[in-house]
């Protein structure tokens, strides 16, 4: 390629083999990958918490993904197929993000040091993205393979059950604050590593948008944590019933198989 | 015994030493730069205020050129620089501020239409033309017919600084930073290179060199209250007494700044009073027109510091716990003006002094400023009495700056003298004549010497403490070499510091290791600060007259008839004084013959020579009216002088080249 | 910034007392500084507590000058112009980068721990070799004006240029190669061959330079890697320890982008 720099003057950069563009696509993948996962953990997160509004309401948006209301009946492998999608981007931007972990206990131990004696937010923010993320690999594993391979046994009963008296809570629980604190960090740290929003005053921006960081993760691990807590109601007043699948009132009569 | 081989050898990594390494080597030659500290921090990068070059751009500068520049500058020197070199400069200068612009300074640059300054005092409206939109902008600095000074916000000497060493680094110039040459291999004739401690491991090394150049800066540091670094301590003047060969011309001749903040003495830009600030007294009466009613504020350093302490003298300074001061007030010029144009200030003055520079008052006293003494050059740089010595830089006594110089001539100086003597340098390489061999054993001598001064300070059972020592110089400089001196005040200077020399043969280290030892450091500089001090002294005493920033109580009067001339002092070994020569200046060869510069005081002696060189001047402008070039090279021819590649005219908007490039 | 713990250097304490103070009333201080000497091989780092009276608007450059005269000459530190614009003093104080000259000892007393600034060439107790590792850091992002090779005619009018782009271009040269944002960086502090925000903002600087030749292409042959603008992790400690404020976020940012649209053309 003919730089620029075959005709400046310093040590040239001509003779150089062209640089590959790989790093800057990985760098964008990774964010896309990222930001994905995190709106999609909203929507996630919203969609488990109809179980708020009540069984019916869960098992309407249940009904929903499964396509009951397109087709008339429900088809559990389009979850299936949805859960593949996200599993593949979650590999993905694990895949590219382990490039930054710290590759030896040496590189940990300075980087906590550092942080220690620095003690700057932004710079703490990032061990716990770095330690949540970690977390994450083997936290959300079991969850998706569940999802995955058991589509069908989501309902407002199922996912109940499951949760108390397949004793999924306690890994909910941390699954929770393990992807809250995560996704939080990662929205703000892609607005900052972007520009965007920046706006005149870029440091008061940062500022707005660190507050808001803090109020969707405070505001999305209480939504969570009320959501657990109803599936462990249900979950306990079920436990009799263990197995027992959902089936609406307005639904009842005709359409129990 | 370790030696470093090159063509080059510059001693000092500011604006003027990096220049110049850049010229040799871009003429072929192999350079390497020695500097006690990373180049990017020498002194240079404290430069506020901006660099002259007569491009007139703005519309306050219309009309400016090389004549007008010129006038200054010598009026500025009390008539104690060499109008030759004054010439080379001041043609050069535009030269060097357009090629820094094509290295990268963001030079502040004119915007057209109407703007709001404040001009003594007044909010008055200008407005700038059209076709000066876009380039350089020239501020109004002290002791200027018109505004020359082109600067960056107040950052001038970090951005300059800044390009010049990136372009040195790209140029692959080595740097050998932290190392300090301590004494120069010669052989009373001829320089061969210096002897260089490296202060990381304490070790010596020999540099030896086809040519040597010293641009080490400024000696602030001989006083107590400076705006000098603290590496500002003239160990390269020294070197250049030390070898008892080459000279130091005008060592007497020290400038005060108006502007040191008290009590740090940390500098706040003469911009502030360019830009419109005002000096005020404990009443908050602005004094200086009652002292200056034409430049007020604006009239040159000496004479505006001069006044300063008169009025404090006159009772009128603000007492403080620490002795009395005066106001700097920059209220009136907003608060978008200083934060953008004034923001190094606003920043000093918030962290050092704890105030807000846009609302309150800025606390100032005069504080030792600027060393126009140096290393005798002739105009090529070279020391006339030490062949392959050059110097240039605030170190250099090249002699543009005379008795007193003007603020932005100096950081001007830097590039331009860079320019210039690096091609000079370039050509003393190429000459085969200048090719030598050297023995060994000059070279060993010289390093097995300053070892050996080394050892012996390490190893002395001495009793004298250097801190001590230098803190007590430091005091006598301040108080007895200052601004007002007299012959009783110079003459116990003299004394006490001659003690001070002989105690320091018998200073004690308290940690006596010989690697990287801080208090060895100030131990050996100590006693070469000593005789530089005494050289200051020494001189101011035998000067009985006053000239520009040499101002003598006791004989207030220039005199040139008696004193028309340049000081040269060097040092034998040993000695406890320098042995002074003077160098008279020739009238007969003046563009501008003595006479009152404007401002200050103006009574002065005539020398017997100045009137008949006046009335040929006077004939020769009736001849040449209308051809201010032809007038000038009728006057002092000095293109000769100028490396080739240097000469030729300054295009400026009102003086336009046409579309066929350089005229002659 | 204020969201964070304000940094030391930023506050403001008036140097002109009350009426009545005394010199040297403002009580005892204690500077705990490290002491190491690295070419020493029976020598381990330690603190050393060296204890002062505390003078009316004393910085850390005239407390510690005190104690390198009247206590210990030995102390290792480095001061130049003592004013904050030449970068030399940059050190760790109370565990944040800054620079010693400007800090007031009031503002971060009366417990001072200063230690050297990590990620650099130790000298010697408090003195790093921050030049040697600015120099590669320009020799490896070739951080100068690359020109035309063609002489320039110096005689000619200067080209013009608009004066909103001048200003732009001296915010982010006012860099003092201090090293704070090295120091304050934890991806540095993991990756040594990481550049650091300050040679980011020098790339920032050059590509807004019109006087630059280079290009896109160019700047991503220099740092379109992950030792370049793609190692950065967004940290914002640079920026946050910055003495000069410079804009680090918005300019690693603005590299960033540039250079991840170079990968996909
Ligand atoms: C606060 C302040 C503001 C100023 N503002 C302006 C202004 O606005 N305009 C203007 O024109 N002028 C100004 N000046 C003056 C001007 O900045 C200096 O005179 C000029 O920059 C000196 O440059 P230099 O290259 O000669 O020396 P310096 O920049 O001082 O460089 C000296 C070099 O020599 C090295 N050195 C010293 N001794 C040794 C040794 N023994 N061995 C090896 N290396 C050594 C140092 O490490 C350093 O690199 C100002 C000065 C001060 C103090
Ligand atoms: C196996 C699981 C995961 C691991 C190991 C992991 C790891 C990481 C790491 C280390 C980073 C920091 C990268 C950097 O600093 O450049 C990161 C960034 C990010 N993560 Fe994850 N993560 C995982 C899952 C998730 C999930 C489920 C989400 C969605 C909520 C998510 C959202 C983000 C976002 C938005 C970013 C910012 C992207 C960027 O900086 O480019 N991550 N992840
Ligand atoms: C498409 C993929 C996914 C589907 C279909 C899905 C579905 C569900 C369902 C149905 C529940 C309710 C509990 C249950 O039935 O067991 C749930 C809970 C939960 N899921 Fe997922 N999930 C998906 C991906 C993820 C991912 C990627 C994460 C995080 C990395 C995650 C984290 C959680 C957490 C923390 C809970 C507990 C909710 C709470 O406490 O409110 N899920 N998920
Ligand atoms: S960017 Fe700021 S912190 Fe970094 S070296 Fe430059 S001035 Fe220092
Ligand atoms: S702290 Fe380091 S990781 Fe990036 S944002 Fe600053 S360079
Ligand atoms: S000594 Fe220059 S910045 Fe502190």
Redesign the interface.
């Known amino acids: 390629?003919d730089?620029?720099?075959s005709?400046?003057?310093?040590?040239g950069?001509a003779d150089?083999v062209?640089?590959?563009?790989?790093?800057?696509?990985?760098?964008?993948v990774q964010s896309a990958t990222g930001l994905v996962l995190a709106l999609f953990m909203w929507g996630h997160m919203f969609f488990v918490s109809s179980i708020l509004l009540g069984k019916d309401a869960m098992w309407t948006i249940t009904k929903m993904f499964e396509g009951y209301f397109i087709f008339g009946r429900a088809y559990p492998g389009i979850v299936s197929v949805v859960v593949a999608v996200i599993v593949l981007l979650l590999v993905v931007h694990a895949a590219l993000a382990v490039?930054?972990f710290?590759i030896n206990y040496r590189?940990l131990r300075?980087?906590r040091g550092?942080?220690k004696?620095?003690?700057?937010?932004?710079?703490t923010l990032?061990y716990w993205q770095f330690v949540t993320g970690f977390a994450l690999f083997f936290l959300a594993a079991p969850h998706l393979f569940q999802m995955l391979t058991q589509p069908g046994l989501i309902g407002p009963y199922e996912s109940s059950d499951r949760v108390w008296s397949y004793h999924w809570w306690p890994l909910y629980l941390l699954l929770l604050f393990a992807v809250e604190v995560h996704g939080g960090v990662g929205l703000y740290?892609l607005a900052?590593?972007?520009?965007w929003f920046?706006g005149s005053n870029?440091?008061a921006t940062?500022?707005r948008l660190?507050a808001l960081k803090w109020a969707l993760t405070v505001f999305f691990l209480a939504l969570g944590l009320a959501t657990l807590a109803a599936y462990i109601r249900i979950g306990i007043e079920h436990a009799d019933r263990v197995g027992e699948r959902y089936v609406p009132a307005s639904v009842q009569p005709g359409a129990v198989k | 015994m370790k030696v470093v081989y090159t063509d080059v050898l510059v001693i000092g990594g500011g604006l003027a030493g990096l220049r110049m390494a850049i010229a040799a080597k871009r003429r072929g030659h192999d350079a390497v730069i020695l500097s006690l500290v990373p180049p990017k921090r020498s002194h240079s990068k404290a430069a506020q205020g901006g660099m002259q070059a007569s491009l007139g751009n703005v519309i306050k500068g219309q009309g400016d050129n090389e004549d007008v520049h010129f006038e200054d500058t010598v009026r500025g020197s009390d008539w104690g620089a060499d109008q030759a070199v004054v010439r080379m400069f001041v043609n050069t200068a535009p030269k060097a501020v357009r090629e820094l612009a094509a290295w990268g300074v963001p030079w502040s640059r004119v915007r057209r239409g109407d703007r709001t300054v404040i001009i003594n005092g007044q909010k008055v409206t200008i407005t700038e033309r059209d076709e000066a939109h876009g380039l350089m902008a020239q501020r109004d600095f002290g002791g200027t017919k018109k505004w020359r000074t082109c600067y960056v916000s107040d950052g001038t000497g970090h951005a300059m600084l800044q390009a010049v060493g990136d372009q040195a680094i790209?140029?692959?110039i080595p740097v050998h930073e932290r190392a300090e040459a301590l004494a120069l291999i010669h052989d009373g004739g001829r320089c061969y290179g210096a002897v260089v401690r490296d202060l990381i491991d304490g070790e010596l090394t020999a540099y030896v060199a086809k040519a040597t150049a010293i641009a080490t800066g400024g000696a602030g540091r001989l006083y107590r209250v400076t705006t000098n670094a603290v590496i500002c301590e003239g160990i390269g003047h020294a070197l250049a007494l030390e070898s008892g060969a080459a000279a130091l011309g005008n060592m007497e001749a020290v400038q005060f700044h108006p502007t040191g903040i008290f009590p740090a003495g940390i500098l706040v830009t003469e911009g502030c009073r360019g830009d419109g600030g005002l000096l005020k007294d404990v009443d908050g009466h602005r004094f200086m027109p009652d002292y200056e009613p034409e430049k007020k504020e604006l009239a040159s350093r000496d004479v505006v510091s001069r006044r300063m302490e008169e009025h404090i003298r006159k009772g009128k300074g603000v007492g403080s716990r620490f002795g009395d001061h005066l106001w700097l007030d920059i209220t009136l010029l907003g608060e978008k003006h200083i934060k953008t144009n004034l923001r190094e200030v606003f920043e000093i003055c918030h962290h050092f002094l704890g105030i807000d520079p846009t609302k309150d008052l800025v606390a100032v006293r005069p504080a030792q400023h600027y060393t126009m003494g140096g290393v005798r050059t002739k105009p090529t740089g070279e020391s006339p009495t030490l062949k392959g010595l050059f110097a240039a830089g605030e170190a250099a006594c090249w002699d543009m700056h005379g008795f007193n110089r003007l603020g932005g001539n100096s950081v001007a100086e830097t590039v331009v003298a860079g320019m210039i003597v690096g091609e000079f340098i370039a050509d003393f390489c190429d000459d085969p004549g200048n090719e030598f061999n050297l023995p060994t054993g000059l070279v060993r001598e010289f390093v097995e010497r300053e070892q050996a001064k080394l050892d012996a300070l390490v190893a002395s059972r001495g009793t004298e403490d250097a801190s001590a020592l230098k803190a007590r110089m430091q005091e006598i400089m301040t108080a007895k070499v200052g601004i007002f001196r007299t012959g009783r005040d110079l003459e116990e200077a003299v004394a006490e510091l001659q003690q001070l020399l002989a105690r320091s043969r018998n200073i004690g280290l308290r940690t006596p290791s010989p690697g990287p030892n801080p208090e060895l450091v100030t131990a050996y500089r100590v006693q070469k600060m000593l005789k530089l001090a005494l050289t200051v002294a020494y001189g101011a005493l035998t000067r009985t007259e006053s000239r520009g920033a040499h101002f003598r109580e006791d004989h207030p009067r220039r005199d040139d008839a008696q004193w028309l001339k340049r000081t040269l002092a060097t040092w034998r070994d040993g000695a406890s004084l320098p042995e002074l020569n003077y160098e008279p200046l020739d009238i007969a060869k003046m563009e501008l013959p003595p006479g009152w510069r404007g401002y200050g005081a103006k009574d002065y002696v005539d020398h017997p020579d100045t009137p008949r060189r006046q009335a040929e001047v006077d004939a020769l402008k009736t001849q040449y009216a209308g051809d201010r070039f032809a007038l000038q090279r009728a006057l002092l021819p000095y293109d000769d002088l100028l490396p080739a590649r240097l000469r030729g005219r300054n295009e400026r908007i009102d003086e336009p080249f046409g579309g066929t490039g350089r005229a002659a | 910034?204020?969201?964070?713990?304000p940094t030391a250097t930023h506050k403001v304490i008036p140097l002109v007392p009350a009426d009545g103070a005394q010199p040297g009333n403002g009580g005892r201080i204690r500077v705990h500084a490290m002491r190491y000497n690295p070419r020493d091989p029976g020598n381990a780092p330690r603190l050393q507590t060296y204890e002062l009276e505390q003078a009316e608007g004393m910085t850390l450059f005239i407390a510690l000058s005190e104690i390198r005269e009247k206590q210990d000459p030995s102390l290792q530190f480095d001061f130049v112009c003592r004013a904050g614009i030449c970068g030399s003093c940059a050190m760790?104080i109370n565990?944040?980068p800054g620079l010693a000259c400007r800090t007031l000892t009031k503002a971060v007393g009366p417990d001072i721990t200063l230690l050297p600034l990590?990620g650099f060439e130790l000298i010697g107790d408090l003195s790093v070799n921050t030049g040697k590792w600015m120099r590669a850091m320009s020799?490896r992002l070739?951080a100068?004006v690359?020109?035309?090779?063609a002489e320039l005619d110096l005689t000619r009018i200067e080209a013009r240029m608009e004066p909103e782009l001048a200003e732009q271009i001296y915010e982010l040269d006012r860099c003092i190669e201090c090293g704070c944002c090295v120091a304050?960086c934890?991806t540095v502090?993991?990756?040594e061959a990481f550049v650091g925000a300050v040679g980011l903002n020098k790339i920032a600087r050059f590509r807004l330079d019109p006087r630059d030749?280079?290009?896109d292409?160019?700047f991503?042959?220099?740092v379109?890697?992950?030792d370049?603008v793609?190692g950065?992790?967004?940290?914002?400690?640079c920026h946050?320890?910055c003495p000069k404020q410079l804009?680090l976020?918005?300019q690693i940012?603005?590299v960033?982008?540039k250079?991840?649209a170079?990968?996909?053309?």
């Open positions: 390629m730089t620029s720099s005709i400046v003057t310093g040590a950069l150089a062209r640089k590959s563009r790989l790093p800057a696509r990985l760098d964008v490039r930054k710290p590189q300075t980087y550092h942080m004696l620095m003690r700057h937010e932004d710079t990032w740290r900052v590593k972007w520009g920046a870029p440091d940062r500022r660190k | 790209g140029s692959g | 910034m204020s969201m964070f713990r760790v565990g944040r990590p020799e070739e100068w690359h020109m035309k090779e304050g934890g502090r993991m990756r030749t280079r290009d292409d160019d991503y042959e220099l379109g890697d992950d370049g793609f950065c992790m967004s940290l914002l400690g946050d320890v804009p976020a918005t940012a603005f960033r982008r250079m991840a170079v990968g996909f053309r």
